[in-house]
């Protein structure tokens, strides 16, 4: 069974930054593309991120430029370094394999409010 444990998120202040971290068990890590996905109050959840195994990345337009994804085969981990947030990217992140079905994690509250 696919366990996800997401952690990181907090409150920050506009043009801030966090990184967050996901740590993966239960499945061949390097045989999955990782994503992580938000959602805000009121929102549908939307990938924000994903990176294979060969390290082809893919962003949303609305964190281009601003998001890094990375992931460590080693640790079993993907990671998200978020800079110049904003308010709206304010919501809870997630991450999950795009193309290995699995449950959701807990997730990891992200706010961005001054």
């Known amino acids: 069974q696919v366990q996800l444990v997401e952690s990181g998120g907090g409150l920050v202040q506009p043009g801030g930054s966090l990184r967050l971290s996901c740590a993966v068990s239960g499945i061949i890590f390097n045989f999955v593309v990782m994503g992580w996905y938000r959602q805000a109050p009121g929102k549908q959840r939307e990938l924000v991120a994903s990176i294979s195994n060969g390290g082809t990345r893919n962003y949303a337009d609305s964190v281009k430029g601003r998001f890094t994804i990375s992931r460590d085969s080693a640790k079993n981990t993907v990671y998200l370094q978020m800079n110049n947030l904003k308010p709206e990217d304010t919501a809870v992140y997630y991450c999950?394999?795009?193309?290995?079905?699995?449950?959701w994690g807990q997730g990891t509250q992200v706010t961005v409010s001054s």
């Open positions: 999950k394999p795009t193309n290995w079905n699995s449950n």
